[in-house]
């Protein structure tokens, strides 16, 4: 893969992309339209949120590269395979783009506006400062997941509807933070972590909780505005219980098998942004 795919981690940024375009159906509930009133703004948020993201990976690497070389020794920045100048620029003008992008429609969808605005100031707020700060750090990234969503509702005109989501997104999230902290340990110099500060089985315990919580909170929208006899119900259960079931296995094992743990809360992630579309067929 190139240098600046990497560099942006392009996975990352197709997430992102994703998942506020699904924000976006699922606050909207008519299916996939072929509305261009409801796709203009949609997709101009998700691409927005797709240079948001891969200006925050690429700062994080900039900001980075001394821990990098002991937690990711295979990022760009560290193999020289990229300029630290050429990479700030990069950041820049992604961060640029991301708020032109949704310019055209901040009139008619002014909530796009302050998101965007509380996204970037929380994102470079957390690279200058709290990143070094533990669970604080954990919780800016988990929200700034969870914006991912709420960017898309907001897109859509109905971003009340995909609260539930952006909780759970949340919480899932931060229990993933939680187990990457506990992984990075060894080259976290400097930095006061949960488990540098409190013990790695109070870390484990606290990313367990979340998953709970996270699990718990997945049956809102049952409770909430789908029928659970519906297809659409009985679709949103089955993905969301798939969801459940391997983020359970996602912090089963812990604090052992990190890394292995962490590709499974990926692959939760990706049941449950499923789950979250069958919501727009209601």
């Known amino acids: 893969m190139p240098p600046i795919l990497r560099l942006v981690r392009i996975g990352n940024v197709g997430v992102s992309f994703a998942g506020t375009i699904v924000g976006g159906l699922a606050a909207a509930g008519s299916g996939v339209p072929y509305s261009f009133s409801l796709w203009w703004p949609i997709a101009l948020a998700a691409l927005s949120t797709a240079c948001v993201t891969a200006a925050g990976n690429v700062l994080n690497d900039v900001l980075d590269v001394a821990t990098d070389r002991t937690n990711h020794p295979d990022r760009p920045l560290v193999r020289g395979e990229f300029t630290i100048d050429g990479a700030r620029r990069l950041a820049v003008a992604l961060f640029v ?13 002014p909530l796009l506006a302050a998101i965007f605005l509380v996204a970037v100031g929380s994102l470079v707020g957390y690279e200058l ?110 993905l969301v219980l798939a969801a459940d079931a391997i983020f359970v296995v996602s912090v089963a094992y812990l604090p052992s098998r990190l890394h292995w743990e962490q590709t499974v809360s ?17």
Do not use: C
């Not at 783009?97 to 969808?109: D, Q, R």
């Not at 990926?266 to 209601?282: D, I, P, Q, S, T």
């Open 97 to 109: 783009v991301g708020g032109l992008l949704i310019v055209p429609v901040a009139t008619t969808h």
């Open 129 to 238: 400062r709290w990143k070094a700060q533990g669970l604080v750090g954990n919780a800016l990234v988990a929200l700034l997941t969870g914006l991912v969503f709420l960017y898309g509702g907001a897109a859509a005109g109905a971003p009340v509807i995909v609260l539930p989501f952006v909780g759970m997104a949340f919480l899932a999230t931060l229990a993933r933070e939680i187990t990457k902290d506990i992984e990075d340990m060894a080259g976290d110099v400097g930095r006061r972590t949960l488990p540098m500060a409190r013990g790695v089985p109070f870390a484990t315990a606290s990313a367990r909780a979340s998953i709970g919580a996270a699990i718990a909170l997945s049956f809102a929208p049952l409770f909430w505005y789908v029928a659970v006899g519906s297809a659409v119900g009985i679709m949103y259960l089955a």
């Open 266 to 282: 990926k692959g939760a992630m990706a049941v449950a942004l499923l789950a979250f579309l069958a919501v727009a067929f209601r």
